[in-house]
């Protein structure tokens, strides 16, 4: 299996000159789209609610600003960089009244796309230019001469045939050919997305830290050692990984860290974990999670408010506070 990766060379930042492009939303992705398509040349208009806090943001950074309605309006190309869960009303609210084919949508990840919360008619072009970091990144390298690498994906090419081609000249103006910029599609990004964050990245790593820390003090083991060995350390292990793989990890830690590395992690995510990941994945695919999730946030988030007060109030906070107080380079 190879996967198909743009450089510079591929592509042609001929199709956004003299292009407006809207960019709704100006948040940690929005701000940074738009600073860097405006820096590499290209029209850019802000879109956002106009009692909006970023609303001033973008107007002191130089950029034109205007409501979502009025900036898709007059655009070729509309990139959706508001909060996923607000993608379908504005799309409804502020883009369907006046699209067309002439247009083309663009997402910076796939959810609403793939699961049907928003369904733009066949001639629209829909692409997908997803930055594997966050915005501020994405900014910074940019001004820096690199670029974050992306993904890219084509839900439709539109009538005009032209989807991909301006999806890569806005990589190409992000910032992101520089890096290279990786062909997957819709589905692939929004299902791994999802099962990396609930299984491994947010829920995955939360869970078992809980868990660590909970054997721990149940033991009648200090809640300050729970903390320190189960989180705090979290980070230098998770760094060593992020920099250079699990080996470069391992060549940090002691000979006895390592032995109980090999030996015991596999018990812990052991046959039993491997199938509750299946399930969780089976959910994502079946579209079960995002039925859940769209319905959830129509009901105003009863669940996922209570779980979040609950989470706030589990023991490790209070002393991960007390903690934290003596970590005076934590401060800044
Ligand atoms: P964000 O929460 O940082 O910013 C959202 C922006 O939208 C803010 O400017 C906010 O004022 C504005 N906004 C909110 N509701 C609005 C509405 N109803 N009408 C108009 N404007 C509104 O969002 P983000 O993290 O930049 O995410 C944007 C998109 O990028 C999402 O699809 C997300 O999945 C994707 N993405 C984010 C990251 C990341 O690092 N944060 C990385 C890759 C992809
Ligand atoms: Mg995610």
Not at 224 to 253: P, T, W
């Amino acid at each position: 299996m190879s996967i198909k990766v743009y450089y510079e060379q591929d592509a042609d930042p001929s199709l956004l000159r003299d292009k407006r492009v809207a960019i709704l939303g100006y948040g940690s992705q929005g701000r940074a789209h738009a600073l860097n398509l405006h820096d590499s040349g290209v029209e850019v208009v802000v879109g956002l609610r106009p009692e909006g806090a970023s609303w001033q943001r973008a107007k002191e950074d130089g950029l034109e600003v205007a409501s979502c309605a009025e900036a898709a309006q007059n655009a070729d190309l509309i990139a959706f960089l508001v909060p996923d869960s607000q993608q379908a009303k504005v799309y409804q609210e502020s883009v369907e009244p006046t699209l067309s084919g002439k247009q083309t949508l663009l997402f910076a990840h796939g959810f609403n796309v793939h699961y049907h919360q928003i369904v733009p008619p066949a001639e629209v072009g829909v692409v997908m230019i997803a930055p594997k970091g966050p915005g501020n990144l994405v900014r910074k390298l940019f001004q820096d001469g690199q670029g974050v690498p992306c993904l890219l994906a084509v839900a439709q090419q539109g009538s005009s045939g032209q989807a991909k081609a301006t999806a890569l000249a806005y990589g190409h103006a992000l910032g992101g050919t520089r890096a290279g910029i990786i062909e997957t599609s819709f589905k692939e990004e929004t299902e791994t997305d999802l099962f990396g964050e609930q299984a491994v990245l947010c829920g995955g790593v939360t869970a078992l830290i809980k868990a660590g820390f909970e054997t721990l003090v149940e033991a009648g083991y200090a809640p300050e050692m729970a903390y320190f060995e189960c989180l705090n350390e979290m980070k230098l292990i998770v760094d060593l990984i992020y920099q250079g793989g699990m080996a470069h990890m391992r060549s940090f830690i002691s000979e006895t860290a390592k032995y109980g590395d090999v030996t015991r992690g596999p018990c812990i995510v052991d046959d039993h974990v491997r199938a509750t990941m299946k399930e969780i994945l089976s959910d994502i695919q079946s579209g079960k999670f995002a039925r859940e999730w769209v319905l959830e946030n129509q009901a105003n988030k009863p669940v996922y408010n209570a779980l979040l007060r609950r989470e706030a109030q589990h023991p490790i906070e209070e002393v991960g506070q007390r903690l934290r107080a003596m970590m005076g380079w934590l401060k800044k």
